[in-house]
């Protein structure tokens, strides 16, 4: 459970340090693929609308839950979304994507 909508404690035992991480958004099972289309536009929001390469505007989705719970069909999906409206800006375009298992 996360404990404030806009950041996350780790903790682990035996580390004498506590990890603190900080969202700008974050997205439950309470939203709708209705508001899929805010997601996209607050994750692309920025991105090739610079004309200098120094400037770079950056997200990252992150799924996370249970076996079976629909990250990679989510994931697929919001990539397929934010490529089509991302690839329309002029400007470069780059992305990652990254699936890590059994850890």
């Known amino acids: 459970r996360i404990p404030t909508p806009y950041q996350f404690k780790v903790f682990k035992q035996g580390l004498p340090v506590t990890k603190e991480f900080r969202f700008d958004q974050i997205y439950d099972t309470d939203h709708s693929s209705l508001s899929s289309d805010a997601v996209v536009r607050s994750l692309i ?37 934010i490529a089509k409206q991302a690839f329309s800006y002029d400007g470069h375009v780059a992305c990652s994507y990254y699936q890590i298992y059994n850890e």
């Open 45 to 81: 929001e920025g991105l090739g609308r610079s004309s200098s390469y120094k400037t770079e505007n950056m997200s990252t989705i992150m799924a996370y839950g249970q076996t079976g719970a629909g990250k990679t069909f989510t994931i697929d999906g919001l990539i397929k979304m």
